[in-house]
């Protein structure tokens, strides 16, 4: 999901030169493999070593609703500042210090779904975290050559996705501090909001970035892909659920 874009002093993609946009356009990409990559590897390590079970009893375990409030706020806040440290211009560290911050983040706001996913008995033997994965990169690359193919500006679609994006969070806290379900309905919308999400990075990617903003590029596009995939994760789990 894509912060606000402003403030660069690079060279605009849409204006540079031919090999700049196909350096930077690599260069991104590259890094959205890696950030993929290590929330994959980390979230193996957890899973299969306990650490994971472990780390989600410190931090659910006994502190009921507010555990999960207190650990969306500091999602988002924390969000918001791994976005600001991958824009920086004070240093690349600074900049991929906010993008690993943001796969950490993730890694642990995804671990309570993942350990049901995978260890809840019925779920087991599904494979459920990699049926989702495979399809939230499947429409993932459908999106991303859509976008690519037309050459068409998206960045109208902001508002009307953050409009979305609030909602969805709003609906979200109530749910936890109501204890109530949001159902298979909900997931169905969180998923198209996330489609709209990777079509609108991808866009700002070809059209608002410029050639040294890799980092802050393959960060957006990484959160986009999580949402996606935890609700395509929640569907599958919804479905099997009801086999």
Known sequence: MSYLIDGYHGEIVASAPPSARVAFIRRTYAHLAGAILAFVGIEAILLTSGLGMDLVRTLFMGGGKGAWIGLMVLFVVGGIGAQMMARSRQSVGMQYAGLTLYVLLEVIIFLPILIVATQAPQYAGKDLPLQAGIVTLAAFGGLTAAVFTSGKDFSFLGPILWVGALLGTGLVIAA?????????????????????????????????????????????????????FWYVLRIFMSVSNDD
Do not use: R
């Open 176 to 228: 936890v501090i109501g204890g109530f379900s949001l159902g298979l309905g909900f997931a169905a919308l969180m998923v198209a909001l996330a489609c709209g999400f990777i079509i609108y990075d991808t866009s700002n990617i070809m059209h608002h970035y410029s050639t040294d903003q890799h980092v802050s590029a393959a960060l957006q596009l990484f959160a986009s892909v999580a949402l996606l």
